[in-house]
């Protein structure tokens, strides 16, 4: 064994969980970003952490409102997932560059991908500084599914985005 980097080993866990995070911006307008340092952390109560970038304008938006949505993208939103990550929502209105098909999800004014394996409507309980980043603890409102769609992965230290599959 030898020493490597946090790079080398983010390529060599795939793959990771994604999620899109889901957000209010200040104008009232959809941000999506997606983020694979995503965690349950308890069960009773219902509870999950996420970390993403200080700068995020999502990190910004949940910290504001202390409201998200998290939703597991269907394999549909690889090209999405992959716009989505590549720009910051203060600077470009993602969605009018990629747009993509949107639900809602009862008992939230967030509205998320159509083709979501699962969502969790989310409240923000607690935000701790992680380095360069913000973990976000959050108690788990409500849970939605969808059995039948298949969700994507983070891939190659999350260089890309696609299913697992079974080996």
Same mark, same amino acid.
């Given at each position: =064994?030898?020493?490597?980097? =946090?790079?080398?080993?983010a390529?060599m866990?795939?793959?990771?969980? @994604?999620?899109l995070?889901?957000?209010k ?5 959809l941000? #999506?970003? $997606?983020?694979?340092?995503f ?6 109560? $219902?509870v999950?952490a996420?970390?993403?970038?200080k700068?995020?304008n999502?990190?910004e938006n949940?910290?504001r409102?202390?409201? *998200?949505v998290?939703a597991t ?8 997932? =992959? *716009?989505?990550g590549?720009?910051?929502g203060?600077?470009k209105d993602?969605?009018k560059?990629?747009?993509? *098909?949107?639900q809602?999800v009862e008992?939230s !004014?967030?509205q #998320? $991908? ?9 409240? @923000?309980?607690q935000?701790v500084?992680s380095?360069?980043?913000? @973990?976000? @603890? ?10 039948? +769609?298949? *969700?994507l992965?983070?891939? !190659?230290?999350?260089?890309?985005a696609? $299913?697992? +599959?079974?080996?």
């Amino acid at each position: =064994m030898k020493e490597i980097s =946090m790079g080398q080993a983010a390529k060599m866990t795939s793959p990771n969980p @994604l999620v899109l995070v889901c957000t209010k911006k200040k104008d009232g307008t959809l941000n #999506i970003a $997606p983020v694979s340092f995503f965690m349950f952390s308890s069960f009773h109560p $219902p509870v999950l952490a996420f970390a993403i970038g200080k700068a995020s304008n999502s990190g910004e938006n949940i910290r504001r409102t202390g409201k *998200a949505v998290l939703a597991t993208p269907g394999v549909s939103l690889k090209e999405a997932v =992959m *716009a989505f990550g590549s720009a910051h929502g203060s600077q470009k209105d993602k969605l009018k560059e990629v747009p993509i *098909a949107l639900q809602s999800v009862e008992g939230s !004014d967030i509205q #998320i $991908p159509e083709d979501t394996r699962n969502a969790f409507v989310i409240s @923000l309980m607690q935000t701790v500084e992680s380095g360069d980043h913000y @973990l976000y @603890l959050c108690s788990i409102d409500k849970v939605v599914g969808d059995e039948t +769609r298949q *969700a994507l992965f983070a891939w !190659d230290g999350y260089g890309k985005a696609a $299913p697992a +599959r079974e080996g």
